[in-house]
Antibody
Framework: QVQLVESGGGLVKPGGSLRLSCTTS????????MSWIRQTPGKGLEWVSSISSGGSTIYYADSVKGRFTISRDNAKNSLYVQMNSLRADDTAIYYCARRASSHYFDSWGQGILVTVSS | EIVLTQSPGTLSLSPGDRATLSCRAS???????LAWYQQKPGQAPRLLIY???SRATDIPDRFSGSGSGTDFTLTISRLEPEDFAVYSC??????????FGRGTKLEIK
């Protein structure tokens, strides 16, 4: 079965950095765009970034552009996001999600909490 | 930028009732790119409906989606106890962005 497992979350100070990983199994990783989506109690779900199957096409939400970098390692069936210059409003549960061809997210990880606080 | 507005914010119904949830876009959008998700406390979102009206794998037929233009609806024909959750709509935009509504909480009356 399809599995996506996030790791790397935790507590970080404002201005700090964190790298999240998403390890996948149960499907052909190279067939899919992958995305990061985050969720806060106040703002609900917010799309963060997407990367094409080969890694050549990348999109970012304006709120993270210039601070976050999405990447993937197809040999390891893994997705990453490097988060720099973190701010308090980046505090959220971050989900790794598989994007289907018609631009919806058909499989999600369990989520990982990132807390930005001094 | 397109905004998705979901209403009501909270819907209080009883098992066996019919639920109608609304998702309104601030401008006309393609039917192909509107999806609905269900989320229960402590769990990740689960895809219910994609392309406005297509049910995802293993989703019961009591869930249905409809709409066009700016107005989209998720209908649950007869509520089961496990259907009480938060429902969010999601849109893919022409600028290659993804937008979510704030969600409707469906609670037991």
């Amino acid at each position: 079965q399809v599995q996506l497992v996030e790791s790397g979350g935790g507590l970080v100070k404002p201005g700090g950095s964190l790298r999240l990983s998403c390890t996948t199994s149960g499907f052909t990783f190279t067939d899919y765009y992958m995305s990061w989506i985050r969720q806060t109690p106040g703002k609900g779900l917010e799309w963060v970034s997407s990367i094409s199957s080969g890694g050549s096409t990348i999109y970012y939400a304006d709120s993270v552009k210039g601070r976050f970098t999405i990447s993937r390692d197809n040999a390891k069936n893994s997705l990453y996001v490097q988060m720099n210059s973190l701010r308090a409003d980046d505090t959220a549960i971050y989900y790794c999600a598989r994007r289907a061809s018609s631009h919806y997210f058909d499989s999600w990880g369990q989520g990982i909490l990132v807390t930005v606080s001094s | 930028e397109i905004v998705l507005t979901q209403s009501p914010g909270t819907l209080s119904l009883s098992p066996g009732d019919r639920a109608t949830l609304s998702c309104r876009a601030s401008q006309s959008v393609s039917n192909n790119y509107l999806a609905w998700y269900q989320q229960k406390p402590g769990q990740a979102p689960r895809l219910l409906i994609y392309a406005t009206s297509s049910r995802a794998t293993d989703i019961p037929d009591r869930f249905s989606g409809s709409g066009s233009g700016t107005d989209f609806t998720l209908t649950i024909s007869r509520l089961e106890p496990e259907d009480f959750a938060v429902y969010s709509c999601q849109l893919y935009t022409t600028s290659s962005r993804y937008i979510f509504g704030r969600g409707t909480k469906l609670e037991i009356k």
